[in-house]
């Protein structure tokens, strides 16, 4: 798995915005540190020098648990 980057905060749409170490291509699924399948990248914002990825969960119950965590590609 590869490493995407950390989630900053839960949007007010229930999206979960990732501060963005790499790039991954739109429609990529993502995964939580303990390798559980979370969402599909929707969107990427922000500056080509700090980038933020916009993922749309599965499930919108109990995201802030992923606040802080790291997220990753396959």
């Not at 429609?27 to 390798?35: A, G, H, I, Q, W």
């Not at 993922?55 to 802030?64: A, M, S, T």
Request: a positive charge; hydrophobic letters at 40%.
């Amino acid at each position: 798995m590869k490493l995407v980057g950390t989630v900053s905060h839960i949007s007010k749409s229930k999206k979960i915005i990732v501060k963005a170490e790499d790039i991954p291509k739109l429609n990529s699924e993502v995964f939580s540190e303990d390798k559980e399948a979370i969402g599909i990248v929707i969107d990427i914002m922000g500056p080509v020098s700090s980038p933020f990825i916009s993922v749309k969960p599965y499930k919108k119950e109990n995201l802030e648990r992923f606040i802080g965590k790291k997220v990753y590609i396959k």
